[in-house]
């Protein structure tokens, strides 16, 4: 069965202490790992897609990387404005369009 | 473009009511996706979409369930009768055929009292 493991489940960092968030998936091969961020009574935002191990994606404070077993998005100096939960989402290659999605990290940044 | 749209953002029902939620996907995306999201199992892919027809719907939870997309603009996702155990946060979803990624709506928050 297909499984997505996100951990921390939760994670509290001072303003501008990087820190990491760990996906673990387990598919049946991998067509595209995926990051979402969602902020609270909205839905979650596009962030990142990774394709194949050893790619790395960044965008502003964020970066995100991919090996054959799982998926990090590090945070460096993170500002309060990046409190958010991050998802990630893995879509197997036998599912077509199915994301399996993870349970998510709940990061809160403190002034 | 407006992004995903979802109608209604709350709605607040009895056990027994009829509940259609509506979806208005991004213009020129032909594959549209219902989830739905609580604490205890998180994001849970309901049924999907492409190009109007109903591709995998093995998520549905039971018969109560039934979603339709009439037109590439329009979809709905209908729950008869309601239970209290439906109340949960109704996400829609879009893709175009050339990509994987799917943009998400702001959600349709459902109690069922």
């Known amino acids: 069965e297909d499984q997505v493991t996100q951990s921390p489940e939760a994670l509290r960092l001072q303003e501008g202490e990087s820190s990491s968030l760990n996906c673990s998936y387990t598919v049946s091969g991998l067509r595209g790992l995926f990051w979402y961020r969602q902020d609270p009574g909205k839905g979650p935002e596009f962030l990142f897609t990774?394709?194949?191990a050893g790619e790395e994606k960044e965008k502003e404070r964020l970066k995100a990387t991919l090996t054959k077993k799982e998926s990090f998005l590090h945070i460096t100096a993170p500002k309060p404005e990046d409190s958010a939960t991050y998802l990630c989402a893995a879509n197997p290659s036998g599912s077509a369009r199915q994301l399996t999605f993870g349970s998510g990290t709940q990061l809160t940044v403190l002034p | 473009d407006a992004g995903v749209i979802q109608s209604p953002r709350h709605e607040v029902t009895e056990m027994g009511q009829e509940v259609t939620l509506r979806c208005k996907p991004i213009s020129g995306h032909d594959y549209l996706f219902w989830y739905r999201q609580t604490m205890m199992r998180g994001l849970e892919l309901l049924i999907y979409f492409n190009n109007n027809v109903p591709i995998d719907d093995s998520g549905m939870p039971e018969d109560r369930f039934s979603a339709k997309m009439p037109n590439a603009s329009f979809s709905t996702l209908k729950i008869q009768p309601s239970e209290p155990r439906d109340s949960a946060v109704y996400f829609c979803a879009s893709s175009f055929g050339g990509s994987e990624t799917q943009y998400f709506g702001p959600g349709t928050r459902l109690l069922v009292l």
């Open positions: 990774l394709y194949s």
